[in-house]
């Protein structure tokens, strides 16, 4: 029943920035991880980023200094800030929500397209 709705992205040259927002609805319990993943064509879907209920982050290594996570609980809505934006930062930002109950159910946004080019 949870639905995810990914919003913000877009073409920017090298080096501009883009905010990525991820709208959660539905039945959610207290205890999920959110985060992004991005596919690149030919390439299989990677982690970017995730944040806890509680703010705990992780982000990949290509990305750290570069983008940052950020959550509303209130709002169920998680934001990518990406800063610094290089080509390979192209292809299309997944928002993912992990439900924790008796086991751990996955839940996926459509997709948003990010394109970095001069």
């Known amino acids: 029943q949870v639905q995810l709705v990914e919003s913000g992205g877009g073409l920017v040259q090298p080096g501009g920035s883009l905010r990525l927002s991820c709208a959660a609805s539905g039945s959610i319990s207290s205890m999920v991880v959110m985060g992004w993943y991005r596919q690149a064509p030919g390439k299989q879907r990677e982690l970017v980023a995730a944040?806890?209920?509680?703010?705990?982050?992780n982000y990949a290594d290509p990305v750290k200094g570069r983008f940052t996570i950020s959550r509303d609980n209130a709002k169920n809505t998680v934001y990518l800030q990406m800063n610094s934006l290089k080509p390979e930062d192209t292809g299309v930002y997944y928002c993912?929500?992990?439900?924790?109950?008796?086991?751990?159910?996955?839940?996926w946004g459509q997709g948003t397209q990010v394109t970095v080019s001069s």
């Open positions: 993912n929500l992990k439900l924790f109950s008796a086991r751990v159910d996955n839940f």
């Open positions: 944040i806890s209920s509680t703010g705990n982050t």
